[in-house]
């Protein structure tokens, strides 16, 4: 019979010992040098298994208490828990040690191996251990919440001890720990049956670079490419290195390598306990390297980790002085009575997590990045002379006159500059108040994604950011959104729009490049109807200015020109910085030459002398420089013109590149990555396979363009450098002396090179797919703007679709997503379409006719029920239409919403083909699910042709759809004043009404659509017809939105200049006095309107009141004018027009008794039976 056990009092246990899995266990109970007798006793609420016994260190004894998790829980909670009830048994434990395994993270300044031990060390203003948001960890990087506390004082002068030992004996003690563990328990060093507690060999230990994945369900690595594997010295002996650093904690397993690689620089390895603990309990996290957090992670090695890096705290505990840890407080001393902490924390992650996913789900744009690149390519000191005019000191002020700003300028004057310039001086404003601010920079390139509700949800999440929460209100939309996998939409962007800008007193947005953003009306629609909450910064060509008077009346304008001191200040900038490639070849006169010579023939442009002074810094000699200086360009046009010279003029592997990067950047379907570019650069012509040593470096992919080529960093594209510049390509016949159908037959070949290449892999295995979404959906686009040349790849597009289902099916699953916005299972793939819907999609006619030829089935149906006649139709592709016309297919064929050819091709605006589908007997009056017959398609699509075409055959120009809209109202909503003329003149309905009684006169009134209004009183349209949407009649449309001319032509037909409105029952008046509509106050008083009604189901307000609260002073002057002159209290009238006049609108407020919210916002809450009766409300 044995000794027993040594049983000691819970008191006694000075050191507690954490192991979250099994085998971490099993190695801590192996380091004891005494095993000890279970715990007396344990809290009532304690649910922890603990091992205790003691380890001998260098003057005593240290009590360990082991505790492991709960089977199958792990985490940060989880730990924190345990710790929590660790500390309720064992009141006197001091510190803790965190010990198990961890996931690698091995880098250049870092060689960590699998067996290695890392430790957590404060470095810098970390504690040693740094924590992410709750796991919610992806390929695009982290949100970090903050870094934890630092370990005990006690174990850091042991762990400075031991690094010292180290440094002078050579190495650690692991191996002899090790070696009396398999002598104390020779199972743990038995292999037999599995990985055992023992090295597992160096040919075990792989490493592979981040974008090699593993290959799918494979036990090991024999079969991942050796091409791949990162070769690294060997070491002389089996003995594990230490590593001392920062270690991230979190609650998710990482296997990706490249979430990996991007804490490479501040962390050694991943864990996924250690964060519950280290502000809560004390303690040193130690951890044994089991894999590389990548693909290829096995369990092979997690034993033998365990075992390292319990031996390195029982080698720590061996040189950690007793009388330290005596004077070490207890623990519980600094721990919180609860978990409330900790569960606050979680509750702030998740929070954040939420926000994350809102921000995401709102919008896909992420201005910032736009914004962080426009910073840096400015001049400090530049364009500050903005702030000194007038007009934008008053619009900055808080309380304008007019609450947008518009700065027109020419292309190339650096609007987009002056603009980041203004961000950055309002955002100075933010800390002073509660002040919102938003903003967007434009892109020709794009258009796709700069939708209107895309930017709305870019404004509010910005708006959102600067909250603490996020309103109630927006939650609730958003998950009930979220839960029905709803997209954001239109309606919605505006409600939020409206809440997140009542959280402010003053909110800033700033739209730059505003013509070159696709959906202008809408936009500036949404933004008009809120200036009384928006103070907006507009720029743009001066062309847009007509489309923003039509949206905004009360504005200013600042116009925007390159000023001399900015483009001396740019010039000093740029000579001796990063793009001058020989700083030495400068002296004062030839400076001071550059400066007058530049600014001389500028004439107000900015892009000129960025290229010219470009074009100057190129030259390695002052003679050279001199040179170019006398021959510099004088417009923009001969300095593209030039510099493109030069880009020929390099050494030929240079120039033919910089020649294809512009080419595809110019030319593409979209704008390309720089993983795309990099792929197709590395393809040439007698490729066989796709060889990634082709790939030009990334870092310097660009400098051979000489600046007409940047990357934008917040889509990582490759664009050129200027709207202008593509403006100026488009004018070119050529580029570069080759045709541009030239260039589209060569992207098209590389292409479907890159397509056709054997043994392509999985999107997500190798850097040479960085091309195959791309070449998938767009290698038809290409070949279509060049089948008629001799060398098209015309063989290559009919191999591809020969062999495409059995060798390259990741290639269908990015068309297909392109074609119907869908993801497609791999044994789903043969339903979705055939090789002829393919060929019609892309429209290219060759391919079409050789599957004519090969009698394919040209009627057959897509996974939505279209023939390869739609995809013709919607595509307007017009002589693939006739080639499948001539070759006898369904014209009238109906997919799976009902919608013919003929419909599809009106619904795209493809006016030619839908009168070939007629002409050829095109049924005329089908009507797809939702009612819509080929009339209502042509005039909401404005193909007018085809509508006169309609009318003379005879079809009803007055059938509803669905909504109840007419071909006459749904042109007026387009706001084609053609079509509306030509249904008014065939006899259409002008008093239809929707399903909300909205008539044709309501649509054109409420989009200040001011010729058709015209129209449709020609045709005695009732002025006084009611919507039931917004209870609006056509007059208080006008007057709510500001279209003057329109109030004036509908009272001059008669209309009531007092309705009211099913909301507030507001007026014509009180809608242009909130909104601060001037001349359509005045418009409305001059014609008798009522100047003391009062709101109902609000706050009784009168029109002076809602303007009085919405500070518009030139309306408040004139109500009260009116008002006091009709006013028999003498005083009373003093009074009011000594406040509107001379004392301004807070003394006016004063006088009338308004509060002040928490916003600072001022309001008449409450009546004051002193108010004149005029002026107050119930």
Known sequence: MGHPLPQLDNSEYAVGWIAALPHERAAA???????????????????NSYTLGSINGPNGEHNVVIASLPSGRYGTVTAATSAKQMLSSFPSIKFGLMVGIGGGIPSNDHDIRLGDVVVSQPTGAFGGVRQYDCGKVTAHGFEECGALNCPPEALLNA????????????????????????????????????????????????????????????????????QKEIIRPGRLDQDPYIHYGTIASGNKVIKDAKVRDLLAKSCLCFEMEAAGLMNQFPCLVIRGI???????????????????AAAYAKELLQVTDALDIQNTPEARSIVVDNLSEIKRMIKGLSRDQEQKDLFKWLSPLIPSARHLENQKRRAEGTATWIFEDPNFLEWSSGRPNFRTLCCYGDPGVGKTIVSSIVIDRLRELIPLGSIGLAYLYGDYRDQRAHTTVNILGAIVKQLLAHLSEIPLGILEIYEARVKQENALSLPDAEKFLDIACEQFSRVYICLDALDELRDQRSLLMTLQARTTSIQLYITGRPHVRVTVERYIKEKREIPIVAHDHDIRRFIDYEIGGPNDIEPDAMDEKLRVDIQDKIIESAKGVFLLPVLQVHAILQSTTIRRREETLKTLPSDLGDAFAGTMVRIEQQPHAQSEQAKKILAWAYLAERPVSVDELLCSLAIEDDDKAFNPRGMPIRSTLINCCHGLVVIDQETTTVRLVHYSFQEYLCRQNQLFGINKVQWHNQIARTCLAFLNFPSTPSEDNCIGTGLMSYAATKWGHHLRK???????????????????????????????????????????LHLVASYVHIAAFFGVHALVLHLCLAKCDLDSRDIEGQTPLSWAAKGGHEVVAKLLIENDVALDSQDDTC?????????????????LLIESGAAVDAAD?????????????????????LIGRGVSVDTKNQSGLTPLSLAVLGGFKKIVKLLLDNGAAVEATDRYGRTPLLFAVSSGLEEIVKLLLDKDANVEAF????????????????????????????AEVDSVDAGFSWTPLAWAAV??????????VENGAEMESVEVNGYGRTPLLLALEARNEPIVKLLVGKLAAVDSNALRRTELMSCAEEKGLDALMDFLEFTTDHRGHRSKRKPNANDPIHLYFD
Request: hydrophobic share 35%; glycine share 6%; with cysteine.
């Open 29 to 47: 109970k192996a380091m004891l040098d005494t095993v000890h007798a279970p715990p007396r006793h344990k809290h009532a609420k304690d649910h």
């Open 159 to 226: 762990m400075g001890e031991l690094q010292s030992s180290h440094e002078m004996m050579g190495g650690t003690s692991i191996p002899d720990i090790l070696e009396s563990m398999y002598a104390v328990y020779p199972a743990m060093a038995d292999s037999r049956r599995g990985p055992a507690y023992i090295y597992q060999g160096a040919d075990h230990d792989r490493l592979f670079c981040s974008d090699c994945a593993h290959e799918k369900d494979a036990k090991d690595c024999g079969g991942c490419d050796p």
């Open 290 to 308: 089991c894999d590389y957090c990548d693909t290829h992670k096995n369990d092979r090695w997690q034993r033998y980790a365990a075992a390292t």
């Open 786 to 828: 060049s089948e008629h040349l001799q060398d098209a790849p015309l063989e290559l597009a009919r191999e591809y679709l020969r062999t495409v289902s059995t060798h390259n099916r990741a290639s269908l699953h990015s068309l297909y997503r392109e074609m119907y916005s869908a993801k497609y299972n791999d044994n789903e």
């Open 899 to 915: 919608r013919t050819p003929l419909l599809l091709a009106l619904e795209s605006r493809h006016e030619a083909v839908a009168l």
């Open 929 to 949: 699910r939702f009612n819509n017959v080929a009339l209502s398609m042509a005039a909401q699509s404005r193909c007018e042709a085809v509508a006169e075409l």
């Open 1027 to 1054: 919507d039931y949407k917004y209870g609006r009649t056509p007059l208080i449309w006008a007057a709510a939105e500001g279209y003057e001319t329109i109030a004036r032509l509908l009272i001059e037909k008669g």
């Open 1075 to 1084: 909104n601060g509509f001037e001349g359509i106050s005045r418009l409305l």
